[in-house]
């Protein structure tokens, strides 16, 4: 079965970068897109990129655009999510899925924090 | 970026009785291949999204056929026949057309 396994919870610095890991499983990696969604504490979704495991184009959310960096290793069939120059607003749990949401990671917290 | 609308944003449900979740979008979600790129999700309490519908009205693999979705260009609706007690969570919409994808504000759905 299709799985998608997270890096563990992160607790970060004002400033710092996070890199996060989605490993997945069950499927052909490059078969599907890898989205990266983030939830702040009590709030909704919100989509923040994407990447073709394909072909590595990505696709990113623009009030992010110059702090994250999306990748993939196909050897490892591992998708990554780095953001730089965290700040507090951050906070939140972020999840990378596959295809359209077709199937999501558990989900890892990263807290910025001074 | 486009705006997604759900209404209501709480819905308390007997067990059994049917319940309906609204999504408006700020713009059409058709594409020029015929497809309409509207999506459903829930998020239970604890856990992670979970894709319910897809394009609109398609289910997903393994979701209960209680579940519908209808509507097209900019007028949405996810249709539950009979909620159960596993429904409860939080139910998202989101369009996946225009960049950067949106999701609605959510809809929490209890039981009564």
């Known amino acids: 079965q299709v799985q998608l396994v997270q890096s563990g919870a992160e607790v970060k610095k004002p400033g710092a970068s996070v890199k996060v890991s989605c490993k997945a499983s069950?499927?052909?990696?490059?078969?599907?897109?890898i989205s990266w969604v983030r939830q702040a504490p009590g709030q909704g979704l919100e989509w923040m990129g994407w990447?073709?495991?394909?072909?590595?184009?990505?696709n990113y959310a623009q009030k992010l655009q110059g702090r994250v960096t999306m990748t993939t290793d196909t050897s490892t069939s591992t998708a990554y999510m780095e953001l730089r120059s965290l700040r507090s607003d951050d906070t939140a749990v972020y999840y990378c899925?596959?295809?359209?949401?077709?199937?999501w990671g558990q989900g890892t917290l990263v807290t910025v924090s001074s | 970026d486009i705006v997604m609308t759900q209404t209501p944003l709480s819905l308390s449900v007997t067990p059994g009785q049917p319940a309906s979740i609204s999504c408006k979008s700020s713009?059409?979600?058709?594409?020029?291949?015929?497809?309409?790129?509207l999506y459903w999700y829930l998020q239970k309490p604890g856990q992670s999204p979970q894709l319910l519908i897809y394009?609109?009205?398609s289910r997903f693999s393994g979701v209960p056929d209680r579940f519908s979705g209808s509507g097209s260009g900019t007028d949405f609706t996810l249709k539950i026949s009979r909620v159960e007690a596993e429904d409860v969570g939080v139910y998202y919409c989101m369009q996946g057309i225009h960049l950067p994808w949106t999701f609605g504000q959510g809809t929490k759905v209890e039981i009564k």
């Open positions: 899925s596959a295809g359209t949401g077709d199937y």
């Open positions: 990447i073709s495991a394909y072909n590595g184009n990505t």
């Open positions: 713009q059409s979600l058709l594409y020029s291949d015929g497809k309409t790129y």
């Open positions: 394009e609109v009205s």
């Open positions: 069950g499927y052909t990696f490059t078969s599907y897109d």
